[in-house]
């Protein structure tokens, strides 16, 4: 009987054990210190955006700041379309939406929950914290599945190095000489939207522009272009009678046209081409991240001290899958698809060297 400890019940850890568990002559402990994927409960907003639309591996994979490359060799093993199809036969039906995200078609993050943990139907889950892998010294093979930041120093007693962490999918606090941005009011830019809030800007574009530059170093300036400035010229010259203000409330909400506005009541006809330039972008500083709405992690395992069937270079007995590695996405149901796709690839290496040390795959 082969001993296999996952550390960590979240969606990686369940889905991982729900590969694993047909394997004949094995026992699976899954050691959670809470609730079982209760981490699956606010995702996609309580819908769970469970992964997105894909047709090229490198094209999804370039969503990923970090794990682009590592995730190749991953996604070739099991993609988007294995995803669907391993929910479809546990019974979670799927669909997209426009915008290329899949959801459940129950539109519910805790009815997926409840499917998956029905379908697991071997591995125990064991409710214990693991402070050290001391503790899981009966076991041949150990799963780290702790997500992001809990299981690092679990890593690290396994000899691995952690990169970092970094607040990635977050919102950003905004210097205090910044203008007073109105609470609450959302921009549609078409990069995406974004959302003031009460000391700075959060909403999809910010979300991922902290991604792209959650290893920058505060305070650093983002320049985002708000108003197509050929569109806007064209107004201001042929409406030499209305106010500036008043033209800009075309493009951009009311109260933020006012807000960045110092000349909100001049007549366009005043108006110069400088002035005109000048609305083209609206510039922040950024001195913070807003951590508590952290919604990934950037950092984790070094990914160079793990092979492409995410186990340990270090002691080939220790797999990682999921956020605990250094692997982060944008939004859009990239993440969970890296739960997914490492979380398989780590069973279905397991399989194979069980197949290679017994001549037979017991399954
Ligand atoms: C609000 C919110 C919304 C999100 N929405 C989406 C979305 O719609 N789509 C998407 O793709 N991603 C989304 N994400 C990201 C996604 O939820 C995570 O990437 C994903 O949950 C990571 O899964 P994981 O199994 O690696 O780790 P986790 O989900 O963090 O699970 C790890 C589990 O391990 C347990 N654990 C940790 N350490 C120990 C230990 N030492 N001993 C025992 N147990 C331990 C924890 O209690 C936890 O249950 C969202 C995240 C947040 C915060």
Redesign the pocket.
Known sequence: MIKIAI?????????CALHLQNLTNINIDI??????????L????G??????YAEDIKDFASNYPRGEKFLYSVFSRHFVSDTLSFFNSIDIKTYMQDDL?YFPISNS?KDMRIKMLNALKGPAIIK????SLKQLINYEIIII????R??Y??ANEAGHKIVEPKAA?CGLKLSADSPKYPQGVVLRTNCGDILFTKNGVSGPLIYKISSINARKNFPYEITIPIIDIQELEKSVRENPKKTIGNIVSKYIPKSLARTILNNHDKKCANITNNEIKELENITFKVVGCDAKG???TCGGVDLREINNHCQSKINPKIYF????MDI??F?????????WS??YCVAENIKTCLFSQKGQLQA
Request: glycine share 18%; net charge neutral.
């Open positions: 550390i960590g019940a979240g969606p990686a850890g369940i889905y050691y959670e210190k809470d609730i079982a994927l209760k981490t699956l606010p995702t996609g907003g819908r769970c955006n469970l992964t997105h995200r993050a214990k914290e693991i402070k599945s702790t997500g992001s809990n299981g120093n679990l999918l952290e919604i990934v899958c999921g956020e605990v982060d996405g939004c859009g149901g990239y993440n969970l698809q890296n739960c490492s979380a």
